[in-house]
């Protein structure tokens, strides 16, 4: 019989142990699924104090940053961070000392990406090498830019060592680069019309519903001030001319 009730017992123990372990494993997962609204509402509760004291920032994309207590605020390429009460701002670039990582730079490259691909090929001039493609580059040009016409020079060696090369147009001389710019993108053979372009040789002149504001849009955006600016696959921006060799060393550094 004492055995019989010591058996009894351990039923008992065992079934309150798993009882209390069930209830303690719907707690967690309870907490768990209440752990990202609780995020959202943290984030929700930022870009309301943001628009109070900056009432355009409506687009602005905010998120945690890697700092405690600090907000990353994203309109364009353009960072800055918060306090929670959006009431300071710091502008500037955070870096990761242990992996020499700047962060900030990061998420510009993000941006940039995610803008560029937004615009499309079909609204670019695009120079693809007849083999495989190993890199893809998105240059911004002027088409009367010099230092853009040397670039153009090496169009021959970066379509050999399979780059892929992405014209958009940020007209910043004028109204002749504007028509210029026109002119190629309604050209019925685009890579021909900006070959004869950046040699200088008159192109025709053509009119259509071109592209042409988008590509503006998109330079404002990317915050790009001068050409050429080379923009590599991750969207990290090379401002300014660099020879073919030295970018295609770049690109292969850096795994793209």
């Given at each position: ?53 900056l009432p355009n920032a409506s687009d602005a ?196």
């Amino acid at each position: 019989m004492g055995n019989v009730s010591r058996a009894l017992q351990l039923v008992l123990e065992t079934m309150v142990f798993m009882k209390t372990r069930l209830l303690t494993l719907t707690f967690m997962l309870g907490c768990m699924a209440l752990l990202p609204l609780a995020q959202a509402g943290e984030i929700d509760d930022v870009k309301q104090a943001l628009l109070k004291n900056l009432p355009n920032a409506s687009d602005a994309e905010v998120k945690k940053s890697e700092i405690p207590g600090l907000y990353q605020v994203m309109a364009g390429t353009q960072v800055l961070y918060v306090d929670k009460n959006a009431r300071y701002a710091i502008q500037g670039d955070i870096y990761d000392l242990k992996t020499h990582q700047n962060l900030t730079e990061s998420s510009r490259n993000s941006i940039r990406k995610k803008e560029i691909d937004a615009l499309g090929e079909k609204n670019m001039v695009v120079y693809t090498p007849k083999g495989k493609v190993k890199h893809t580059v998105t240059v911004v040009t002027d088409i009367y830019c010099p230092y853009c016409r040397k670039l153009h020079s090496e169009m021959s060696k970066y379509l050999a060592d399979g780059i892929k090369v992405r014209y958009v147009f940020a007209p910043f001389k004028g109204q002749k680069s504007v028509d210029a710019s026109i002119s190629v993108l309604c050209a019925k053979n685009r890579d021909k019309a900006m070959d004869m372009a950046k040699a200088g040789e008159p192109i025709e002149k053509k009119t259509c519903d071109s592209p042409i504001k988008k590509h503006q849009q998109l330079v404002q955006e990317l915050g790009v001030r001068g050409t050429p600016a080379i923009i590599l696959e991750n969207g990290y921006l090379n401002p300014g001319y660099m020879p073919e060799a030295s970018l295609k060393k770049q690109l292969v550094a850096m795994g793209l």
